[in-house]
């Protein structure tokens, strides 16, 4: 089996400890641009979204996007399309959550792969985003209101609940852009993912805001 996987150092790294199955060939790409004679694969993993230049590239062939805010259904795809959490420190659980039109192409596939895998609704955030996000909003809360320090929050969080991060080291691994955007989004419908406002003062003070 042969696996396209376009992504970032860290990305490829995570990928690297995952347990595949030995007949696996994976060939990592940094970019898109470089996938040229590479289109005979079983599946593509484009982790870095923002290097997708040709949606109809690999018709036919499962491609699995990492796209956790916008949906399927947003995103207009085509139907060999499905979504998945390529966050950073989220590819190392060995459980991959997966939004797809195609459950049964995907279950064989990922079975070949060893790679155990979950479906979910089509929703902003998936799940295990959505959780992190909020803990990560709710240890900003506390912050901001000075129940305790960004150190004793995290150790806390780690100690109380065998986390391998503390809600702040999340936040720096997944990037507050992302925390902030994924929140923004799913208070339009739901008051209870409200941003911070301690977390809303630091994503104005990021690069670029």
């Keep these: 089996m042969k696996l396209i996987v376009v992504a970032k150092v860290e990305q490829q790294e995570e990928i690297l400890l995952k347990n595949t199955n030995r007949d696996v060939e994976i060939i990592f790409s940094g970019t898109g641009a470089e996938l040229d004679g590479n289109e005979n694969c079983d599946a593509v993993f484009y982790l870095n979204e923002d290097e997708i230049t040709d949606i109809n590239k690999f018709p036919g062939k499962p491609v699995y996007i990492n796209s956790v805010i916008e949906t399927l259904a947003e995103k207009k795809l085509p ?12 590819l190392k659980r060995p459980m991959w959550e997966i939004a797809t039109n195609n459950r049964n192409v995907t279950s064989n596939l990922f079975e070949q792969l060893g790679w155990n895998v979950v479906f979910v609704k089509d929703e902003p955030g998936l799940v295990a985003a959505r959780v992190i996000s909020m803990i990560v909003n709710e240890a900003f809360f506390a912050l901001g209101e000075s129940v305790s320090t960004r150190e004793q929050i995290d150790l806390a969080m780690k100690l109380g609940t065998n986390y391998p991060y503390g809600p702040f080291e999340w936040g720096e691994k997944i990037g507050l852009n992302n925390i902030y955007n994924l929140l923004q989004k799913l208070s339009a419908t739901d008051k209870r993912y409200s941003v911070a406002p301690f977390l809303k003062k630091k994503y104005f003070e990021l690069p670029g805001q």
Excluded at 82 to 88: K, L, M, Y
């Design 79 to 90: 139907d060999n399309f499905s979504r998945i959490n390529g966050w950073t420190g989220f």
